[in-house]
Nanobody, 120 residues
Framework: QVQLVESGGGLVQAGESLRLSCAAS????????MGWYRQAPGKQRELVAT???????NYGDSVKGRFTISRDNVKSTVYLQMNSLQPEDTAVYYC??????????????WGQGTQVTVSS
């Protein structure tokens, strides 16, 4: 069983930065697929970024060029560096993980989420 714990959320002003962390129980080097998703009030959960064991990355269109996903297998942690935050980035951010290839964003493991609020 994998447990994911997110941290680093908070309240910031537009233009500022935050770094989210997702600590996984045990080693994550076998968790080949990890990602960050977000859900704003009244909206569906959407892709933010994903990263594979080989460190291939993929980003949602709305965050390309502003957010960077990375992973530290030694620390069993995945990070999301968020720069130039905008009010529309306000959401609960969730970490997700899978040992196997993910189809239709259906990760088997999810964290509880961390709130990010960006004021204008």
């Amino acid at each position: 069983q994998v447990q994911l714990v997110e941290s680093g959320g908070g309240l910031v002003q537009a233009g500022e930065s935050l770094r989210l962390s997702c600590a996984a129980s045990g080693t994550i080097f076998r968790l080949n697929y990890m990602g960050w998703y977000r859900q704003a009030p009244g909206k569906q959960r959407e892709l933010v970024a994903t990263i594979t064991g080989g460190r291939s990355t993929n980003y949602g269109d709305s965050v390309k060029g502003r957010f960077t996903i990375s992973r530290d297998n030694v620390k069993s942690t995945v990070y999301l560096q968020m720069n130039s935050l905008q009010p529309e980035d306000t959401a609960v951010y969730y970490c997700a993980a899978s040992y196997m290839t993910v189809v239709d964003h259906k990760y088997p493991y999810w964290g509880q989420g961390t709130q990010v609020t960006v004021s204008s």
